[in-house]
């Protein structure tokens, strides 16, 4: 299968590989937009693959590259669970990465869990426009210099799942999201905040994102060719996988959440609609499993599948 041109897909040989290729990407975006605007904004990822990323960063050489007290630490969603919980993205990025490294108490931005998960949302919004525009001016109000995104194996990004009504939401940029799979409440970054950012970087790893990645690749090639987004839904209301998507009264998005792998069914999948605007990019680091046949990573080394015109 042919890789669209707008993505950047790199196959590594094992998930320890895409750890390093992340942490460099990280340490040389940090550095890069400290050098500029004197502050790096970075969205952290949760679930289990992007903690071996964050164990990487926290000892030498890399945490010894990254000037730590000018990262300002957000996230790009968290379940509605105290931050002591193990479900708690803040407390997996806490214990293998923060705790670790001299980050400023006001830096560390966190998802307020404990209260109605719409207000906690718009809450979080406001302080991700003001702190974003002190570094970067009123035309950076809300746009992160890099969002670290995971895939889900139903093609879930952050906590935007497929089949949720406000999977395009064009106003907000943080959002309450409801999951199939428990924790059932989170608050997520929308797509509209997501490509704002000046960089994403995708972490996948393992065989059971494999049908995922097939899939972002051809309905990503669709996108460009044109083709409607009703049309890669299956029906213009958003509904998912057996059943149609409603709204929960609170304000949420509710899909098809459970990390369940694809069915034949062409939901809208969230991670094929990542694409920053401006030509932003967007890295993709894969191990071999999760990329399989559908990528082709040569023998004992990476693969750069396709590199992005700028």
């Known amino acids: ?32 937009a400290i050098a500029r605007r ?14 071996g990323l964050y164990l990487l960063l926290a000892a030498p050489p890399w945490r010894d590259r990254v000037e730590w007290r000018r990262v300002h630490v957000w996230f790009g969603d968290e379940r509605c669970v105290p931050p002591g919980h193990p479900d708690s993205n803040f407390k997996m990025a806490r214990d293998a990465l923060l705790s670790k490294v001299s980050i400023q108490p006001a830096h560390l931005h966190r998802l307020e869990t404990g209260s109605v998960p719409a207000r906690a949302a718009a809450r979080y919004e406001r302080q991700l426009v003001a702190a974003t525009s002190r570094s970067g001016g009123r035309c950076a109000a809300g746009r992160l210099d890099l969002i670290l995104l995971g895939m889900g194996g139903d093609g879930h990004t952050a906590s935007l799942f497929p089949g949720a009504p406000d999977l395009v939401d064009e106003q907000r940029l943080v959002v309450p999201a409801i999951a199939a799979a428990p924790p059932r409440e989170r608050i997520s970054l929308t797509l509209r905040a997501i490509n704002r950012a000046r960089a994403v970087v995708f972490l996948v790893t393992g065989a059971e994102k494999r049908d995922a990645v097939a899939h972002v690749l051809a309905q990503r090639a ?31 998005s509710r899909g098809s959440g459970g990390d369940r ?47 992005r015109r700028r």
């Open 261 to 307: 792998p694809l069915s034949g069914a062409e939901l809208l999948l969230p991670a094929a609609l990542v694409a920053p605007r401006g030509g932003a990019p967007v890295w993709w680091l894969l191990d071999a499993q999760a990329a399989g046949s559908v990528l082709s990573g040569g023998r004992g080394g990476s693969a750069r599948v396709r590199r």
């Open 38 to 51: 004197k502050a790096f904004h970075v969205a952290l990822a949760g679930g289990s693959t992007p903690r």
């Open 1 to 32: 299968m042919s890789v669209p041109h707008d993505l950047q897909m790199r196959v590594l040989p094992s998930s320890e590989a895409v750890f390093a290729a992340a942490a460099a990407r990280f340490t040389a975006l940090a550095r890069n």
């Open 222 to 252: 669709q996108l460009r060719k044109g083709g409607r987004r009703d049309s890669l839904r299956g029906t213009s209301g958003g509904s998912g996988a057996g059943g149609s998507s409603r709204s929960s009264g609170r304000g949420s």
